[in-house]
């Protein structure tokens, strides 16, 4: 397994590579059962796979521990070599920015996707996703890309971006890994301390499921508002007291390409949340069928 810190000596190995299909896995490391899927999958859809693992300084937001991010490198790299990873890029902030994040050329992905959900409450976050996505692109110069159903809102922002920038990579979602208890699997749950908020951070996906439940009970639709915010309080009624809390940050249906709020639920919507257990933040969405 080849890993390259320069940009450079990755390009000169890329050209070797020329004719072959080339799958990249775009990570910020810490690496789990989650990505370990991604992988597989680019494996099973490439001749070449390449993990690239940065910790994107920009799209940190002033009051998000950029410092504290976990980075298991040894870890990381093992984890790699064991899945048959062919290369890994391993790039530092100033091989990836050079002239520093304040003179730097960024993508601005539609305010439209952006303004709403983890946007909201994560200014300039998007923008930074896209802005070290399309330069890991144009480094690495994959045919495809596979990336996680489970940060929905970034999948679909890269999708936009893809197609509005005609960028010739082929975005390949994989759905959302999840523990037997049904927990979305996240570098966050490593933060999940005590058995109790194990134990609540599973209100996520049980709202997910109950509202996939309500809508094939239901026939196929239902008023999305009514339906959620009744989930919700039925979910989180047995955490309103005690040493654990949960407070969802946002609960909402909305198209899976444009991302915008819709008024019903129906097969085909997302239903997207994010919520704190404690002080952790976590998010989770599914696609109703």
């Known amino acids: ?37 991604l992988i597989r999958h680019a494996r099973s859809v490439a001749d070449v796979v390449v993990v690239s693992i940065f910790v994107n300084p920009l799209q940190f937001g002033p009051q998000e521990d950029l410092a504290a991010y976990p980075r298991p490198k040894a870890q990381d790299l093992a984890i790699c070599e064991q899945l048959g990873v062919d290369a890994v890029f391993y790039p530092s902030p100033p091989e990836m920015y050079p002239e520093g994040p304040d003179s730097l050329t960024r993508v601005v992905p539609p305010v439209s996707m952006t303004e709403n959900f983890c946007g ?14 399309l330069k890991l692109f144009s480094i690495t110069q994959p045919d495809v890309a596979v990336f996680g159903e489970k940060d929905a809102q970034q ?15 082929r975005i390949v979602p994989h759905p959302t890994l999840r523990d037997e208890r049904g927990l979305a699997l996240s570098s966050r749950n490593q933060y999940l301390k005590t058995p109790q908020e194990q134990e609540a951070a599973l209100c996520l996906s049980q ?76 998010i989770d969405n599914g696609l109703l069928l």
């Open 1 to 37: 397994m080849f890993l390259f810190t320069t940009v450079a000596e990755y390009q000169t190995q890329r050209s070797a590579w020329q004719g072959k299909t080339l799958a990249l896995v775009p990570t910020m490391g810490a690496l789990h059962e989650g990505h370990q899927a």
């Open 120 to 133: 909201a409450f994560r200014p300039g976050h998007f923008e930074g996703v896209a802005t070290v996505v």
């Open 155 to 169: 999948l679909a922002i890269i999708q936009k971006m893809v197609r509005d920038l005609n960028l010739p990579v």
């Open 207 to 282: 709202i997910l499921s109950g509202v996939q439940q309500a809508l094939t009970n239901a026939g196929g639709s239902l008023p999305a508002e009514e339906t959620l915010e009744r989930l919700q309080a039925a979910v989180l009624a047995p955490w309103q007291s005690g040493p654990v809390s949960v407070r969802v940050q946002y609960l909402a249906a909305v198209d899976a390409v444009t991302f915008q709020p819709v008024a019903r639920l129906q097969p085909g919507v997302r239903v997207l949340m994010a919520a704190y257990v404690n002080q952790v933040r976590l």
